[in-house]
């Protein structure tokens, strides 16, 4: 029987995170296998990743209201019994019940340093206020938006003349390295987060770990 770590990921999107991941299990980077993908958008790209029996995909359109919807996916995604919840590119807010459901391994990818700019156009509210650095956080979901504990961060410089486009694509080309990272770690049981403390190696840490140029994490 496999001991690998078991992961399901929420996507809403083309998958470029999933993908990643996908590969780093394929060259033996990261021992884990994807039981899933979830989405909130039945055509989403994302799902055509993994065999059909391993997607799970609903409108929230067909669904009573948003509770009703978080339950049927919560109800889903335990029955793929997943050690690790990843969402990477998924569009909606989750609600309290199911992050109380998977709290503790439900961890998000978010394009910005974290606690600066929550939620959407992180890439233009970075350049409208004349920040030097930008970059992407794994941080642990909690019901509140974008405010779980950052387990890690990667920051790239904000060059003169970007626009929102070109500093989006310089964070999406550390945010895979940096998710990886983060799952490696994880995986392996060296960091947790306990009521809002994060652990590494089973002692506190009080900055977030930092994604260096080789694409590993350091403390």
Request: proline residues 6%; glycine residues 8%.
């Amino acid at each position: 029987m496999s001991t690998r770590s078991r992961i399901a990921v929420l996507a809403s999107g083309r998958g470029s995170n999933l993908q990643a991941i996908l590969a780093a299990i394929e060259a033996g980077r990261l021992d884990a296998e994807v039981v899933a993908v979830l989405s909130d958008k039945p055509d989403a790209p994302a799902l055509h990743h993994v065999a059909s029996e391993r997607r799970w995909a609903r409108s929230p359109k067909a669904f009573a209201d948003r509770d009703s919807f978080d339950a049927a996916l919560g109800d889903a995604l335990a029955g793929f019994r997943p050690d690790w919840v990843v969402c990477a590119g998924y569009m909606r807010i989750l609600g309290p019940a199911f992050v109380a459901r998977f709290a503790g391994r439900l961890v998000n990818i978010h394009p910005s340093l974290l606690p600066l700019y929550k939620g959407l156009h992180t890439h233009a509210r970075a350049l409208e206020a004349g920040d030097a650095e930008h970059g992407a956080s794994v941080h642990f979901v909690v019901p509140e938006l974008d405010a779980g504990t950052v387990l890690a961060q990667a920051r790239v410089p904000v060059e003169p003349g970007d626009s929102p486009e070109t500093l989006a694509q310089r964070v999406l080309a550390v945010e895979h390295p940096l998710l990886i990272a983060s799952l490696q770690w994880l995986v392996a049981g060296r960091v947790a987060e306990r009521e809002g403390q994060l652990e590494v190696d089973g002692h506190p840490l009080f900055i977030p770990l930092r994604l260096d140029c080789a694409g590993k994490l350091n403390g």
